[in-house]
Structure formats: C-alpha cells, structure tokens
C-alpha cells in the first residue's frame, strides 16, 4: 500500500470517530437533555414539569424564544479550584540539576580531596539524574499540561452552559482558586486564567452594583425583562469568596480578602431584583401604606445575598473582620422584609454549608485550629452560626409564638466546599415542645408530606453544588425560581448536569489534533503526487506488467499438444 493509501483509510476510521465525539462533547448538554427546570405552564399547577418538558422547551428556546421560562435562572458552579505552581513539583528550579552537580564536579568546579571520591559523585549524580530528574521533569511536564487542558475543561462547561440553558445569571461558589497561601505574583497569574480562559466573557459584578444591605435600597436590576442590565447580568459572575481563596478565620488576613475583591468582586454584598406584575388587577392587590394597607403582598422581588461565612466561626485571626462579618450578617436581617408579608425569596450564596450531623451528607462535621488558636480547617460551620442563618437571615424559629408561627422566609441556600455535593433539608419541629431542636434530612426524604406539608414543622433547603472540577465530573448547578401569582409565593427547583471527567476532554482534543495533522499530511501527499512526484514503491516504467502482458498474449501458443503419444500411464 502506498504512503497515500494508508493515510485515507486511516482518514476513513479516524473522520467519523472525530465528528462523532467532538459533536458529543460540544452538544453535551442537549445529549444529556440537561435544562433549567421549567415552572408549570398550566395555570393552578405549583408542581415544576417533568425534565423532559423542560429540555424541550429549551430546545424550543432556541428556535423561537418565549417568556414561559422562570424568570431567574441561575448557573451555579462549584469549586473550580484553579491549580498553578504549587502543584508543578519543580516549579521555579532547574529540571536537571543532577547533571549540573555532574559537570560541575567533572570540571573541577567542587571541592573534592580525591579523584576518586569525584568520580564517585559524578556516578551518584548520574544515578539521581535517571532516578530523580527524569521522573520530576516528566511529571512536572505532565501537571503543566493538566493545568494549561484543565483552564480549558471549566471554560467548555462554562461556555456551553451558557449558550445551551441560557441562564440569567452565574454564580461561583467559592474556591475559585486551588490555594490561599499563593502569593501575588502567582495570584495575579491564577486571577488572569480565570478571567481569560476558564470564565472568558465573564466579568466581575462592579463595586457599585454589589450594595451594602440597607432599608432603601436601589434594584440590581428587573426579572423577565430583556434590556442592556440582563444582558450585563448574563455576562457577570457572582463569586462566592472560599477558603482557598482569602483562607479560613485563622488565616484570613486583610490582605487576602483586598486582592480577592480586587480581581474577582466583594466578598460580601446583596442584590436585589424585582419581578414587574404586567396585569393591572393583580398589581393592585399589592400592600400599599395609603391604598392598600391590609394586603400582606410585597411586590415580588428576589434577594440575593453573598456571604462570605469564612470567618463566622471563632477563633479568628483578625477580629475587625469577623466583626464586619458579623455586622454585615445583622444588617442582612435587620433589612429583610418581616416574616408576616410575602413575596420575597432569599438566595443566599455562600461557601462552607451549615451544620449537619454525620452521616447525612459526604463530609462530616469537622474542625482544626492552629496552635496559636484560629481555625485552620472545617468542614461545615458550628451549629450556631447555622442557626444564625436558619433563625437570622429566614426568620425560622422552633417557637410557634415567634412572628409568623416561626414559618419564617422563603428561600434558599447554596454553597460548596464539599466536592461531592448534597441537597438537604433543615427543619424543626415546633410540636416537640421545648427540646426541638434543628434537624436535618436529605431533600429526597424531605419532598414526602411528612415534612414540606407541615407547617408545625418550618424548614429550608440547602443545596451543596457538586464541584465543577474533572475529578468529580465537571459539574454545574441550574436552580430556577419562578413566582407562583395566586399563592403569592416564589417556587424553585434544582438539577445538576454533569459533563463528565476530563479524560474524554482530551481524548477528543487529541484526536481531533491527529486528524488535522493525518489530513494535513494527506493533503501534502496529494497536491506532491498532482505535481509529479511519485512515491509508490516501484520502477517509473511498468516493465513486468508489459512482460506479463506478452505472456498472456504466448499462453495459446504454448498449450500442450492433446496427449495421443502413448505417454500416459496405462491402468
Ligand atoms: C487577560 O489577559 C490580558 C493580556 O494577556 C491582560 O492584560 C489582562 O490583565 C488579563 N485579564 C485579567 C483579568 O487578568
Ligand atoms: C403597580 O402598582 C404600583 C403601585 O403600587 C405602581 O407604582 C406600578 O406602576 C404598578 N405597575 C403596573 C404595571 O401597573
Ligand atoms: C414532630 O413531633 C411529633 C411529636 O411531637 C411527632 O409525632 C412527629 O412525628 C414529628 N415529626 C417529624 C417529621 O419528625
């Protein structure tokens, strides 16, 4: 077969395979029918429709969009953990420096008091180049290659999400970062990634935008309305602050937290957006001091809050932050809308999740210090920073006497930290008595009447984000919130869509690159062969084919005369 030949059969297994794959991977969403879920499109339902009818009306959404979607739709990725030369074992050193040593004492350049003892080194460095540098620089190669592949891995999810479930707004939820202890130089090259591979065409929210909470507040923008401020929320990145971004209290320094809000936005803020009642009637039937004093209905508006809970827990390293951490958690609750109107729905974006007991979900609770006091690792916050949030920012309480029976605010938590993810359900029931205490189950057991029917027993939802990062499946968090009209009530659902491990990202990538180099080499071949060249194997002038030819031509000629000579052998 000639060079040519092998080239288009090789063409002929690899062409198919690459469309095949690199369709998969750039449509992965739509073969997994991942979408946002969809609120009930039939008046009276408060039920979201099933998955199916969501990806299909997401299908329909790029055909011909319609309103009928929920009005925020939030992307919410977890812990990308963006690595760098904390993880490139020679990073900042030479690759060889063994043989160096090896040189350096062949040439004279040591200090040795014998040839022998000289030449013993020189062995010994060469023995360390095989067995140390060789491993160290391949492997320092392949990380390097991880990383640059990796930036590229989160910035697929990212991208494709974007384009394919059309969000309304982006959420990261701590831990942009792989470390806290990095520092600037690195910081600024980890912050640059970010922003230039894995989130390109994000941007940080402004300063301005990202508000103090407080009792007169500007919105942040308007829901279901499509105007210049939807699309600048659609390109900003709400970024959660996490441990391996500013460090735990024990290590959160001033510093860490001014160059994380320099590069990726304020740690801690609120945003505040309103969903306009387009019909006359119903917007009428909204509290108003003078017209409407009776009407317990806030105009709808959804409250997002951006917590950085790194420093709730004591002891903390620097106390006037734990202290700003406090008063900006006290000014969230003194500012939120009493419990006895509805409308409003809470989001609430943070990093470390709260208080559960064992068992419940992956990571249990758990706490270190550092000898000077600080802490120094947890895994989820103490109970009673929990209850700060449940019983604080919602309002819930154990004690039916409390205002609004304890039923406190709607809304929902999200958070990180915990790569594999879990959905959970706090609740207390009120009929217990004095020893009721907060409780937690997971949400698939919390769905039954038992608990979301009750309402001696108030609850919440915590929904922890399974990370984004390949290790556990390039991940991402589509939370839709909808307002239910006749109940007066916002409603949300919850679905993951999860592209998979990094290994198919690059075995596509890869052999994506073989068959641009095969056709490329092909493509040479052919314009060499147009042009003259020939590189088959064989003589220019076909001689043995003419020979063969002449032969065929004699064959007649020499048949053998019918055997009538007596030759045969006689029975
Ligand atoms: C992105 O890259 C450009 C050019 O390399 C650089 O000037 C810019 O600062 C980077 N962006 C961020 C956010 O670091
Ligand atoms: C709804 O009512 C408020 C007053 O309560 C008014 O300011 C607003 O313009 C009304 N909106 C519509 C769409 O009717
Ligand atoms: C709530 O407490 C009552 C007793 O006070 C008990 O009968 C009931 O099962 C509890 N409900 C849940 C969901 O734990």
Same mark, same amino acid.
């Given at each position: 077969?000639?060079?040519?030949?092998?080239?288009?059969?090789?063409?002929?297994?690899?062409?198919?395979?690459?469309?095949?794959?690199?369709?998969?991977?750039?449509?992965?969403?739509?073969?997994?029918?991942?979408?946002?879920?969809?609120?009930?499109?039939?008046?009276?339902?408060?039920?979201?429709?099933?998955?199916?009818?969501?990806?299909?009306?997401?299908?329909?959404?790029?055909?011909?969009?319609?309103?009928?979607?929920?009005?925020?739709?939030?992307?919410?990725?977890?812990?990308?953990?963006?690595?760098?030369?904390?993880?490139?074992?020679?990073?900042?050193?030479?690759?060889?420096?063994?043989?160096?040593?090896?040189?350096?004492?062949?040439?004279?350049?040591?200090?040795?008091?014998?040839?022998?003892?000289?030449?013993?080194?020189?062995?010994?460095?060469?023995?360390?180049?095989?067995?140390?540098?060789?491993?160290?620089?391949?492997?320092?190669?392949?990380?390097?290659?991880?990383?640059?592949?990796?930036?590229?891995?989160?910035?697929?999810?990212?991208?494709?999400?974007?384009?394919?479930?059309?969000?309304?707004?982006?959420?990261?939820?701590?831990?942009?970062?792989?470390?806290?202890?990095?520092?600037?130089?690195?910081?600024?090259?980890?912050?640059?990634?970010?922003?230039?591979?894995?989130?390109?065409?994000?941007?940080?929210?402004? $300063?301005?935008?990202?508000?103090?909470?407080?009792?007169?507040?500007?919105?942040?923008?308007?829901?279901?309305?499509?105007?210049?401020?939807?699309?600048?929320?659609?390109?900003?990145?709400?970024?959660?602050?996490?441990?391996?971004?500013?460090?735990?209290?024990?290590?959160?320094?001033?510093?860490?937290?001014?160059?994380?809000?320099?590069?990726?936005?304020?740690?801690?803020?609120?945003?505040?957006?309103?969903?306009?009642?387009?019909?006359?009637?119903?917007?009428?039937?909204?509290?108003?001091?003078?017209?409407?004093?009776?009407?317990?209905?806030?105009?709808?508006?959804?409250?997002?809050?951006?917590?950085?809970?790194?420093?709730?827990?004591?002891?903390?390293?620097?106390?006037?932050?734990? $202290?700003?951490?406090?008063?900006?958690?006290?000014?969230?609750?003194?500012?939120?809308?009493?419990?006895?109107?509805?409308?409003?729905?809470?989001?609430?974006?943070?990093?470390?999740?709260?208080?559960?007991?064992?068992?419940?979900?992956?990571?249990?609770?758990?706490?270190?210090?550092?000898?000077?006091?600080?802490?120094?690792?947890?895994?989820?916050?103490?109970?009673?920073?929990?209850?700060?949030?449940?019983?604080?920012?919602?309002?819930?309480?154990?004690?039916?006497?409390?205002?609004?029976?304890?039923?406190?605010?709607?809304?929902?938590?999200?958070?990180?930290?915990?790569?594999?993810?879990?959905?959970?359900?706090?609740?207390?029931?009120?009929?217990?008595?004095?020893?009721?205490?907060?409780?937690?189950?997971?949400?698939?057991?919390?769905?039954?009447?038992?608990?979301?029917?009750?309402?001696?027993?108030?609850?919440?939802?915590?929904?922890?984000?399974?990370?984004?990062?390949?290790?556990?499946?390039?991940?991402?968090?589509?939370?839709?919130?909808?307002?239910?009209?006749?109940?007066?009530?916002?409603?949300?659902?919850?679905?993951?869509?999860?592209?998979?491990?990094?290994?198919?990202?690059?075995?596509?990538?890869?052999?994506?690159?073989?068959?641009?180099?095969?056709?490329?080499?092909?493509?040479?071949?052919?314009?060499?062969?147009?042009?003259?060249?020939?590189?088959?194997?064989?003589?220019?002038?076909?001689?043995?084919?003419?020979?063969?030819?002449?032969?065929?031509?004699?064959?007649?000629?020499?048949?053998?005369?019918?055997?009538?000579?007596?030759?045969?052998?006689?029975?």
């Amino acid at each position: 077969m000639s060079p040519a030949t092998i080239l288009r059969n090789v063409l002929r297994v690899l062409i198919p395979l690459c469309i095949a794959s690199t369709v998969y991977l750039y449509l992965y969403p739509v073969f997994l029918g991942c979408a946002f879920p969809l609120p009930p499109q039939e008046a009276g339902k408060t039920e979201p429709e099933s998955s199916a009818t969501a990806f299909q009306h997401t299908l329909r959404q790029h055909v011909a969009p319609s309103k009928s979607a929920a009005p925020f739709r939030l992307l919410a990725l977890g812990d990308p953990q963006l690595e760098g030369d904390t993880s490139i074992r020679n990073y900042n050193r030479e690759s060889f420096p063994h043989l160096t040593w090896a040189i350096r004492h062949l040439t004279y350049k040591t200090d040795q008091p014998s040839l022998r003892r000289r030449l013993r080194q020189v062995v010994h460095d060469l023995v360390d180049v095989f067995f140390d540098d060789l491993f160290d620089t391949a492997e320092s190669i392949r990380k390097r290659i991880d990383l640059f592949g990796n930036d590229f891995y989160l910035a697929h999810i990212y991208r494709t999400l974007q384009w394919w479930a059309k969000p309304t707004h982006v959420t990261v939820l701590g831990d942009l970062l792989g470390s806290q202890w990095i520092r600037a130089p690195e910081f600024n090259r980890r912050s640059s990634r970010f922003w230039n591979r894995s989130f390109k065409g994000g941007e940080r929210v402004p $300063d301005e935008v990202a508000a103090y909470p407080a009792e007169e507040y500007e919105l942040a923008g308007l829901l279901g309305v499509e105007d210049e401020n939807a699309a600048a929320w659609r390109r900003r990145i709400i970024n959660v602050a996490g441990n391996h971004d500013i460090g735990y209290a024990g290590d959160l320094t001033f510093e860490r937290l001014e160059r994380f809000e320099r590069a990726f936005g304020k740690a801690a803020y609120e945003l505040r957006f309103e969903l306009p009642i387009s019909d006359p009637a119903t917007n009428a039937t909204i509290y108003d001091p003078e017209s409407n004093p009776d009407s317990d209905r806030l105009p709808p508006e959804l409250r997002i809050v951006n917590v950085n809970n790194m420093n709730l827990d004591t002891p903390a390293f620097d106390q006037s932050l734990q $202290d700003k951490t406090y008063t900006f958690v006290n000014d969230v609750i003194n500012t939120a809308s009493a419990v006895e109107f509805a409308g409003h729905f809470t989001v609430v974006l943070t990093h470390i999740p709260l208080y559960k007991p064992e068992g419940i979900c992956v990571d249990a609770p758990y706490f270190s210090f550092h000898s000077g006091g600080g802490v120094k690792e947890q895994n989820q916050l103490s109970a009673d920073a929990s209850r700060g949030f449940l019983e604080g920012i919602f309002g819930l309480n154990g004690d039916p006497s409390a205002p609004g029976q304890g039923r406190g605010r709607r809304g929902v938590v999200l958070n990180g930290h915990d790569h594999e993810g879990c959905d959970t359900y706090h609740y207390i029931n009120q009929t217990e008595g004095e020893e009721r205490q907060w409780k937690n189950t997971l949400w698939e057991t919390a769905k039954t009447d038992k608990y979301l029917g009750n309402p001696d027993i108030p609850g919440l939802r915590e929904i922890t984000v399974r990370s984004m990062m390949g290790g556990f499946g390039g991940n991402a968090g589509l939370l839709s919130v909808w307002f239910d009209e006749n109940d007066w009530e916002w409603r949300f659902e919850f679905a993951n869509c999860a592209l998979g491990t990094q290994y198919p990202w690059w075995f596509v990538h890869i052999i994506d690159l073989i068959a641009v180099v095969v056709l490329v080499l092909y493509g040479i071949l052919q314009v060499a062969a147009a042009a003259g060249f020939d590189f088959e194997k064989r003589p220019k002038v076909s001689v043995p084919k003419i020979e063969i030819s002449e032969h065929i031509d004699e064959i007649p000629d020499e048949k053998p005369a019918p055997v009538s000579n007596g030759d045969t052998k006689k029975g």
